[in-house]
């Protein structure tokens, strides 16, 4: 089955505690990338990947990291996360670059104390 | 400066009636249009997607949307809704730099 998996779906942790959420794909996907969605503000990029090795910010890489060592994979970095983190985070994938449908997980739910 | 715009937060509509969810753009260029939507607690699926052709796109469940150059606008609608449309759902837009900005979202009540 195509599909975006998330690891972990929820996540309570205290503020400065480094984690890293993990993303993978099985569908051979180019482009990979992160959004947050916050109440009222919709779903905002945080960063995304063209292919392995190339990453490139969104509209609010502040805080984040981000790796592409594999096709598949694209887990995002929290190095000190902060309470104004606290969001629910959505990997996306998709052929080719930012102008094909994209296909999402099912979100990671991250509380930061 | 490149966005997309969803002037309604929240939409009602009676099962049976036409649902029209509107979306507005500003884009340097020729836009990559997509609706997505949001069921509770799952990530957002695809409904359809403007690159080129057409200007009435259609897309999953019945869904289609009417792509206006000159309003700058993407609305998305259906002729018939039903409860199971009930949903979030939200309009995106795909820039030459590769990047997408997503609207907020529309919330969308279809009546009994």
């Known amino acids: 089955e195509a599909q975006v998996t998330q690891n972990p779906r929820y996540l309570i942790t205290v503020t400065g505690k480094k984690l890293t959420v993990t993303c993978s794909q099985n569908?051979?996907?180019?482009?990979m990338s992160w959004y947050r969605q916050d109440p009222g503000l919709g779903l905002r990029q945080i960063y995304y990947?063209?292919?392995?090795?190339?990453?490139d910010k969104g509209d609010v890489p502040e805080g984040y990291k981000v790796s592409r060592k594999e096709k598949r994979n694209f887990p995002l970095i929290l190095e000190s996360p902060s309470p104004n983190q606290t969001s629910l985070y959505f990997c996306a994938s998709s052929f080719g670059r930012g102008n094909q449908p994209q296909h999402f997980g099912d979100g990671t739910r991250l509380s930061i104390l | 400066a490149q966005s997309v715009a969803q002037p309604e937060d929240q939409v009602n509509v009676a099962e049976g009636n036409p649902l029209t969810v509107k979306c507005t753009y500003s884009v340097s260029g020729n836009p990559y249009l997509f609706w997505y939507v949001q069921y509770p607690n799952r990530g957002l699926q695809f409904l359809l997607k403007?690159?080129?052709?057409?200007?009435l796109v259609k897309g999953s469940y019945g869904f289609e949307a009417e792509f206006n150059k000159s309003q700058t606008s993407f609305h998305l609608k259906k002729p018939s809704a039903l409860v199971s449309d009930s949903a979030l759902y939200f309009c995106?837009?795909?820039?030459?730099?590769?990047?997408?900005?997503f609207g907020k979202g529309t919330r969308l009540h279809i009546l009994p």
């Open positions: 990947s063209m292919n392995v090795e190339v990453t």
């Open positions: 403007y690159i080129t052709g057409d200007n």
């Open positions: 569908m051979n996907h180019e482009y």
């Open positions: 995106a837009l795909g820039r030459r730099d590769d990047k997408i900005i």
